[in-house]
């Protein structure tokens, strides 16, 4: 098959989750078909990184998207019909690249990453190709929690207008993901809460569960294992708003907690593009704002714990994932935790949705290093039994059929 995959971001270096998913997926694909990739890149450092694509698949870039301002988000947050994820990447250089792509190729199937790249599938379709989309998230989901858990703080100005900007994308997301799941094809979900999140907005959708992988033979542990350090680790895109929403929850509620039985520890993030209300937390003692770096299996293998105190979001965690293929010691919210049927509290991570369960858990894998590499030990075992990318391989393929 010919098959021309949309992404909003370069996809290499595989690096943050949306990123990750689309490499591993295009890799797998470029194995029995013939790919051509159209991706947008930020600058021409990014659009140079992706090179070493082009050694098995055919790549077109296009620079942008064009930046939105602040003042036109907020105006189109008011007037627009469509939520801001549907407007966030209209480009016309995009649409020039796409169109050329459709008249000159002989494709099969046009897939889309993300329901960013959604309106895309609408001008694939007028060519009468078929067409797939990879839903990151049930975002209408994802909005729907980050509007309920920000209007419980409406004496917040922050929290109140975060809550009322979710509510809203909420509402347009519903319609907007209804009215995509119905035209599209076929969809490609990650999780089976996301499968019944979006299975209640459209019923009749074609949804093909293909769940988030990791590469085990790449994320393992070292024969032997390094001493730990007093690091509690958090990895992820840091200007993701779950992401900081969770870090900001777990310094202000949870590290003091921790912090009260074991002064030494330290929280390091580990990330791209810090969020400055997570930059101002950074004083090089007590937590240490590293941001990105370019091999995150040292911090992982040396971690005291990886926390993962997610209380908003959807999909299911590739930064978890790749903790427990590293064997790292995990302490997780429930939220954190889903996506992954089959992961249980006590025998591969510990789960806690209260600061002082959290802060609890955190103490436990700290002082009982047993624990800790038993509850390593059983988490490895259990991602690379299900959740390798040779694993993923087979249910995207058959989603891929026709």
Request: aromatic share 6%; proline share 7%; hydrophobic share 45%.
């Amino acid at each position: 098959m010919q098959i021309l995959v949309l992404a909003p971001y370069p996809p290499y270096p595989p690096r943050g989750g949306g990123a990750l998913r689309v490499f591993h997926l295009l890799r797998i694909l470029a194995e029995h078909h013939r790919v051509t990739l159209l991706t947008f890149a930020p600058d021409a450092a990014a659009a140079q990184a992706l090179s070493p694509l082009r050694d098995w698949l055919e790549l077109h870039i296009v620079m942008g998207p064009p930046h939105r301002s602040l003042r036109q988000r907020a105006f189109t947050t008011l007037v627009s019909p469509l939520p801001d994820m549907a407007l966030r990447n209209a480009s016309p250089a995009y649409v020039t690249t796409l169109n050329n792509l459709l008249v000159s190729g002989q494709f099969n199937v046009v897939l889309a990453e993300s329901i960013e790249m959604a309106p895309y599938l609408m001008q694939a379709q007028r060519h009468g190709l078929r067409t797939i989309l990879d839903e990151f998230n049930a975002e209408y989901l994802l909005q729907r929690r980050a509007a309920i858990n920000d209007l419980q703080h409406v004496f917040r100005p922050k929290a109140l207008v975060g809550g009322v900007y979710s509510l809203i994308q909420w509402l347009k997301l519903a319609t907007f993901e209804r009215h995509i799941l119905q035209a599209v094809d076929r969809v490609l979900v990650v999780s089976a809460e996301d499968e019944a999140a979006l299975r209640r907005l459209a019923p009749r959708a074609c949804l093909h569960l293909v769940p988030n992988g990791v590469d085990c033979t790449y994320f393992a542990p070292p024969a032997e294992a390094p001493h730990p350090t007093n690091d509690l680790v958090f990895v992820g895109t840091l200007d993701y708003r779950p992401n900081v929403d969770a870090v900001l929850w777990f310094v202000h509620e949870v590290f003091p907690l921790v912090k009260r039985m074991h002064p030494a520890l330290r929280l390091r993030l580990i990330g791209r593009r810090p969020h400055r209300s997570l930059l101002a937390l950074h004083d090089d003692r007590h937590i240490v704002v590293t941001g990105e770096v370019a091999d995150t299996r040292p911090v992982l293998a040396e971690a005291a714990a990886v926390v993962i105190p997610m209380r908003i979001g959807g999909g299911s965690r590739l930064k978890l994932l790749e903790a427990l293929a590293m064997a790292a010691p995990i302490v997780s919210t429930s939220l954190g935790a889903e996506g992954i049927p089959g992961l249980r509290n006590e025998e591969h991570l510990l789960l806690a949705d209260t600061p002082s369960a959290f802060a609890h858990a955190v103490s436990r894998l700290v002082t009982d290093r047993t624990l800790a590499q038993h509850l390593g030990r059983n988490g490895r075992l259990f991602v690379c039994a299900g959740y390798d990318w040779s694993q993923i391989a087979p249910r995207l393929e058959a989603a891929i059929r026709w």
